[in-house]
Structure formats: C-alpha cells, structure tokens
C-alpha cells in the first residue's frame, strides 16, 4: 500500500477524533450527519453575562457596529449567510425571545421592534424586501443566549425554511 503518513502520525488522527469526541459536550459542539455543529443553548436557563453578545454590548469584543440607541445594538454578523446579514440584540439581559417577550417592559420591547426596522430601513431594504429571524432553543438552532434578530436581504432569499 502507499504509505501516505508516517508510523507515530497514523495513530495522530484517529487519537485527535476520540479526543474531539470527549471533549464535546465541554466545547458546546455536537456532531451530525453535515459534520461538527455548535451546540443549541438551553434557553430556559438564567441569562448568562459571559455570552458573547454581552461582551459586544460592553465593547470588550469588537464588532462592526451598524447602529445603536436607547434599547438596541446591530451589527454585522461575523459569517454572514446572504448579502446583508446584520444581528440585532436588545441592550437588555435577555435570552430568548421567549424571556423577552415575558419579562420586557413595553418601552423594551418597543424600542426594540421599532430599532429593528431602522436597521433594516437604513439599509435600503424596504423596496426589495428583507427577511427577519429569530431562533429560539434547541429546534431554532439558537447559538447565542442572549436575543437577537437576523435581517437578511440582498438578493432573493430562497424557501423560508430548509426542508428535510
Ligand atoms: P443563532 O444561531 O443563535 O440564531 O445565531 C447566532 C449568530 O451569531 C450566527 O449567525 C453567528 O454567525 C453570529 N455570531 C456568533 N458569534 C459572533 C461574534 O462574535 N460576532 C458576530 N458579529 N457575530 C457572531
């Protein structure tokens, strides 16, 4: 047979896989038949301070802000999946849309819509249409807890959701 890697490297890979495996539930991934996949958060549990988008929020992440005020923050997101892909997030501690839409005042949740459809207004998007979404727990595929929607636009988005 050709001989493609070295005696120590053979067992390198193999060793890698197993300890990727064991390692996962610490790394918040989780395999799948389309490969390693960021594991869903639980979105009945308490807000966590240390997530991502609170630190965005304070500033010690850097992101490319696209518009604040009062009740809300957006930006742009980090892998964006159509031509405009830009998260909006309450600047209250809220998890989900569900902790949200229970636990806001009216101001929040207000301000919070009305910064949504700014955001999507000053991007152009009104006339050629955009799309919202919000992913909630472990169905959604909601990675981060802290609330956010997405305003994808730009070109035509296709079905609304992947069907399987
Ligand atoms: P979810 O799956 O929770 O609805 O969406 C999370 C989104 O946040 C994903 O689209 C992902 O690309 C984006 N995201 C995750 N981490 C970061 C980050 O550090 N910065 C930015 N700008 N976006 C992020």
Known sequence: SIKVMSKPLRWLVPALVVLLLAA???????????????????????????????????GEIPSN??????????????????????????KGRYVSWDDFSTKASAEEIAGFVRAVGEVARAKGLVEPGYRLLA???????QEVPHL??????????????LRR
Do not use: C
């Open 24 to 58: 996962s539930p610490f790394l918040r991934v989780e395999m799948s038949a389309g490969g390693i996949e960021a594991m869903p958060i639980d979105p009945t549990l308490p807000y966590d301070d240390e997530n991502i988008f609170a630190k965005i929020l304070l």
């Open 65 to 90: 802000k696209v518009y604040e005020d009062e009740w809300a923050f957006a930006f742009e997101d980090i892998n964006p999946q159509a031509e405009i892909h830009t998260l909006v997030i309450p």
């Open 135 to 141: 992913n909630i727990g472990a169905h959604g595929g």
């Open 148 to 161: 956010h929607v997405h305003i994808f636009g730009g070109r035509p988005l296709g079905p609304m959701i």
